[in-house]
């Protein structure tokens, strides 16, 4: 089945610095992208859509300027957290679509502490 | 009033009960419907993915979508403990930037 893998799993950060996460799909092939944001107790909020080649498109109230993606391959989106505080502490989730009719595929997900 | 609605539990059932789990939407554009699995701490696994109304089963799942209510459905069968864990319906409609819908999510355990 198709996988989207993630990395790392868990981090811890000082305030102030910049944290990437890694979303790859490794049997398949992903123009587009979804990073999600969850906090406890709650759903999937999304943040932005990554598209491979191009900019990415952020929802309304995400900082463009925080929440870093770029998507240089057809397998690898990044999500850079610049400048963290501990506001941005959460459980950051990316998806793909394997292709029509296949559901989304998600990661294992990225829980991002910040000290 | 949200697009999804999902009662957010926690629900609790013996094992081996049958257990319904519900999403109500207001969205008449929706045409594709999910329902993930998501465990404490984990990214949300794929159980059932199906196109416009009707019924899917696989294997003690079974998805059901009636549009004209705006309604679908998870019935599991025979629950076990493993099954308890957090039930998000999603959706989307076709085009829009392929994005999901979800539901707030339902809490689900079963019990020995």
């Known amino acids: 089945g198709a996988v989207v893998s993630q990395h790392p799993s868990r981090v811890i950060c000082k305030s102030g610095t910049s944290v990437k996460i890694e979303c790859r799909s490794l049997?398949?092939?992903?123009?587009?992208m979804f990073w999600y944001r969850q906090f406890p107790k709650q759903s999937l909020m999304l943040m932005a859509t990554s598209n491979e080649g191009s900019k990415a498109t952020y929802e309304q109230g995400v900082e463009k300027d925080k929440f870093l993606i770029n998507h240089a391959s057809l397998t690898l989106s990044t999500l850079t957290v610049t400048s963290a505080h501990p506001e941005d502490s959460s459980f950051y989730i990316c998806s793909a679509e394997p292709g029509q009719g296949f559901g989304y595929t998600f990661g294992s997900g990225t829980r991002l502490t910040v000290v | 009033q949200k697009e999804v609605e999902q009662d957010p539990g926690p629900l609790s059932v013996p094992e081996g009960a049958i257990v319904s789990l519900n999403c109500t939407y207001s969205?008449?554009?929706?045409?594709?419907f999910m329902w993930y699995r998501q465990y404490s701490r984990k990214g949300p696994e794929l159980l059932m993915y199906?196109?416009?109304?009707g019924n899917k089963e696989d294997g003690r799942f079974t998805a059901q979508v009636d549009k004209s209510s705006k309604y679908i459905s998870l019935f599991i069968r025979d629950s076990q403990p493993s099954d308890s864990a957090t039930y998000l319906c999603a959706m989307r409609i076709t085009g829009g930037g392929n994005k999901l819908t979800f539901g707030t999510g339902t809490q689900l355990k079963v019990e020995l």
């Open positions: 049997d398949f092939q992903a123009t587009t």
């Open positions: 969205n008449s554009a929706f045409q594709y």
């Open positions: 199906t196109y416009s109304s």
